[in-house]
């Protein structure tokens, strides 16, 4: 168990199952939206395929491109409201959940600005740095019709947050299947019907995005009227502040603790994202380059398949501590912590059975290349430890998230993957000549550095002490954090939210 000095009590066999179904309600529903994300990438994927080799190197280009400075950037910002959102859900403070969802889309649209100014210069960036003309210009196609996308992931990121927390996660996983089922249509007429090209499946992306928003947008709507009829404001959506709207430096101080919770997040999804990247360019200056970089592609969708489970662990535990360190239950908050643990271990250790005895099957569905396919079977069993270590890594991710310290995550992976992952690389394939397995090797010394640091810095938490940061961060102060719902019908909801929540 994750060590407290003020606890004295092992939960009982009950609490354990009780805890595993409440991370199960969670965590499945969202590896569903997971796997339903990863399917459409590959629909994409394979659309560019089909169109040609130019227009797939340009699409890659300009996926890798948009990840990097762009998904990868928003995903990371949106993740700062997780721990606000979670631990005012838990403290029943709906005012500060309203007011974070608002202030995240509005930090996500001010960010788009940038991210949009790069991707319309791509084509100029590429050149400089001597980059084919012709793919260059296909992937400058692709982002220029990618930029709605900034304004729709805007908006989908947070509210993807705000219903996790709420409890909607089983609405929101069918409103992203259901969406997704427009997908393939809309790729193939644009792309193909319609003749745009690699602008098609842009167009498509973003397309299936404003349609999945506007899905969210009718439950959180259909959620509002229900709970109106039901007098029941914990399960509004968007709740109105009972609070005068509050002076201008604590606004600041608002905005200032959304901030520094934001920015360590994104740069620590950015440093893991962009450690993909490099090793990717690394494989281009190997021999025969045409099939290491074959090999990194197909180890890439291998971990981004592997991903869809410890990333939905991550997010259920990041929910779960939240919300119980936010009601002051912090025995609850090292329970859900020590579950999901032990259930990622369980996880990884199939991903380690997977790629080791299935590498063989798994690497010619993507190519009949016979040397890609042996350096592909000689290098998975390797990314397969490389889970085995990832999955209990990403679930501490989300402990630290819930907990609200995602600056030490961050910290974490700048020297595992930077001073540690990258040099174990570099030397193991460039000075060994081990080639592309050196890159592995450089991963997995990423990896376990990672995993072993967060594993010591969540079984090193003082719960007792979460409970108190968060109940500043929620801003209840004083407020009794056990707090019963009245029964429908008791009492005005203003009334109600007036005792429930804390001046600001």
Request: glycine share 8%; hydrophobic share 45%; with cysteine.
């Amino acid at each position: 168990m994750f060590a407290s000095d003020q606890v004295e009590k092992y939960p009982t066999v009950a609490e354990i199952v009780e805890e595993l179904k409440r991370m199960m309600d969670i965590g499945l529903p969202i590896a569903a939206i997971n796997l339903v994300g990863y399917l459409r990438s590959l629909v994409s994927v394979a659309c560019m395929g089909r169109l040609g080799r130019l227009e797939l190197a340009g699409g890659a280009l300009a996926i890798g491109f948009t990840n990097i400075t762009g998904y990868s950037v928003l995903s990371g910002l949106a993740m700062g409201m997780d721990p606000l959102c979670s631990q005012a859900f838990g403290s029943r403070n709906l005012s500060l959940v309203t007011l974070t969802l608002q202030r995240t889309i509005l930090m996500l649209l001010f960010a788009s600005i940038p991210i949009a100014l790069l991707w319309l210069n791509l084509e100029s960036i590429m050149l400089s740095l001597h980059q084919n003309a012709d793919v260059t210009r296909i992937a400058s196609l692709y982002c220029r019709f990618a930029l709605p996308d900034l304004i729709a992931n805007s908006f989908l990121h947070p509210i993807r947050i705000y219903l996790r927390n709420e409890g909607s996660v089983k609405q929101l996983m069918w409103c992203t299947s259901l969406s997704v089922v427009f997908h393939v249509p809309l790729t193939s007429l644009l792309a193909h019907n319609l003749h745009m090209g690699v602008q098609g499946v842009a167009a498509a992306n973003f397309c299936t995005n404003f349609i999945t928003l506007f899905f969210l947008l009718c439950v959180m709507l259909e959620t509002r009227a229900s709970a109106s009829t039901t007098h029941s404001p914990l399960s509004t959506p968007l709740p109105v502040s009972v609070h005068p709207p509050p002076p201008s430096t604590a606004m600041g101080d608002e905005w200032s603790k959304l901030l520094q919770l934001a920015l360590p997040s994104c740069l620590g999804v950015c440093l893991e994202w962009w450690w993909y990247e490099f090793m990717t360019v690394a494989a281009g200056y190997l021999a025969e380059p045409h099939v290491t970089l074959a090999t990194s592609a197909i180890v890439i969708q291998t971990t981004s398949l592997m991903y869809t489970l410890p990333m939905a662990l991550s997010s259920a535990v990041s929910t779960r501590v939240g919300l119980e360190l936010g009601a002051g239950r912090p025995e609850r908050a090292r329970l859900a912590t020590a579950v999901s643990m032990a259930a990622a271990m369980l996880v990884s250790v199939i991903g380690l059975l997977w790629t080791t005895l299935g590498r063989g099957g798994w690497s010619r569905i993507f190519t009949n290349d016979e040397n890609t396919v042996k350096l592909t079977v000689s290098v998975l069993p390797i990314i397969g430890l490389c889970e085995l270590v990832n999955c209990p890594q990403t679930t501490g991710c989300g402990v630290l998230r819930g907990s609200a310290r995602p600056s030490v995550g961050a910290t974490i992976n700048l020297y595992s993957f930077y001073l540690v992952g990258a040099p174990v690389a570099i030397v193991s394939a460039f000075f060994f000549e081990t080639g592309f397995m050196g890159l592995c090797y450089g991963l997995l010394a990423a990896q376990m550095t990672c995993a072993l640091s967060i594993a010591s810095v969540v079984y090193r938490m003082d719960w007792e002490r979460e409970s108190l940061r968060a109940k500043d961060l929620a801003g209840i102060g004083g407020c009794a954090p056990e707090i019963q719902t009245p029964k429908a019908g008791e009492g005005e909801d203003v009334e109600f939210l007036k005792q429930l929540s804390c001046e600001t």
